[in-house]
């Protein structure tokens, strides 16, 4: 049951710290009126690429990991350097754009680079932890976390509008626009991490899904916070519309006065998270490769990497290019490695 708790949390606190960078504003931007209908739908594929990363785990039996790190020595180079090119990219999108919030926010006058390379050095400072240790400490980000993600998508209860999220009709016009593309890397990037947590008991799954029907009600409500304050005319052309409409509410019974840095907190917190776990994953995957190999990805050696190529992303538009560019790419990553995994669990099986 403990580690049932500890994967839940840890599945909703990587969630909520990508759900406000793009997802808002692709949903929004990407249709006219019901939007429900995409968030449903990239819901329920998110519930397909769980099903085949944990499917066949039993607790005390092989974990997607192990399965990837028994295979042959080609096939696990392979593995190792399209998940850890992948990961770079990842980490990159995620540092410079919570960065890039963070400072236009709170700490305008504060160098970007310095920005970046604190939450880099944070994460990687805990990327040394073992697995049971980031288990523990979602534990302890998600009791921080989530009751302020709460307070403040709460506290905008009274400043939103049932008729400005009208029609709720919903379009297909999603389907030919390229601001629906980084969806596929928010849906796909958290089950990518928690498919190698296991190895996960029956318990620990039913907690697991329990997770994963809640995380339904964020995704909406995120979606429909700034539509019932905007509508959608006044939404779509924002960028961050959930971030506006939280600094734009004041609030006068906490010592805080801006909805805002309640969310950025939390948001911090999942940012570190996810990072951690990335560059947790990287170093894991090379535990049986060359010397030169685990040098190369050694969580040092990633950062700095990842710090060089943030800088080289001149703006916020190039940002969103490269996440419409990579999401895809990730998502098919994510894809090949959930049948893979069913594939060698089946395998694995087979020599029992």
């Known amino acids: ?85 992948s990961n770079v990219l990842v980490i990159t999108i995620i540092i410079r754009g919570h960065s890039q919030l963070l400072k236009m926010l709170f700490l305008p006058n504060t160098p970007i680079w310095v920005l970046m390379a604190l939450l880099l050095f944070s994460s990687l ?19 921080f976390g989530l009751p302020l993600i709460i307070i403040s998508l709460a506290s905008t209860y009274g400043n939103l509008s049932l008729n400005m ?5 919903p379009t297909f016009s999603f389907l030919g626009e390229a601001k629906i593309l980084p969806l596929f890397f928010i849906f796909s990037h958290t089950i990518g991490v928690i498919g190698f947590f296991g190895p996960l008991s029956n318990v620990s799954k039913r907690w697991l899904w329990g997770a994963w029907s809640v995380s339904l009600f964020f995704y909406l409500i995120i979606v429909y916070i700034p539509l019932g304050m905007f509508g959608h005319e006044g939404a779509a052309p924002l960028r961050y519309p959930l971030i506006i409409v939280l600094d734009s509410i004041r609030v006068n019974w906490f010592f805080f006065d801006r909805l805002s840095l309640f969310y950025v907190m939390a948001v911090l917190l999942s940012t570190l998270m996810n990072v951690t776990g990335l560059l947790w994953l990287t170093r894991a995957m090379a535990s049986r490769s060359s010397r030169l190999t685990k040098w190369m990805t ?55």
């Open 298 to 352: 050694n969580p040092i050696t990633v950062s700095v990497l990842v710090l060089i190529l943030a800088l080289l992303i001149v703006n916020m538009g190039d940002l969103e290019k490269l996440s419409e560019w990579g999401a895809p790419a990730r998502f098919g990553l994510v894809l090949a490695i959930a049948i893979a995994g069913a594939y060698y669990r089946r395998q694995a099986r087979h020599r029992r």
């Open 165 to 169: 999220i009208s029609p709720l009709v």
């Open 125 to 143: 400072c805990i990327s040394y932890a073992g697995r049971n240790s980031l288990l523990r400490l979602s534990i302890l980000v998600g009791i």
């Open 1 to 85: 049951m403990k580690q049932g708790i500890s994967i839940a949390a840890l599945f909703i606190v990587l969630q909520y710290g990508l759900l406000m960078f793009i997802f808002p504003q692709s949903i929004i931007q990407s249709q006219p009126s019901g939007h429900w209908l995409t968030v449903v739908l990239g819901w329920l594929l998110q519930g397909v690429l769980l099903r085949l990363l944990i499917g066949g785990f039993k607790e005390s039996k092989e974990d997607l990991l192990l399965c990837f790190l028994q295979t042959k020595a080609i096939s696990r180079f392979i593995w190792l350097w399209l998940i850890t090119i």
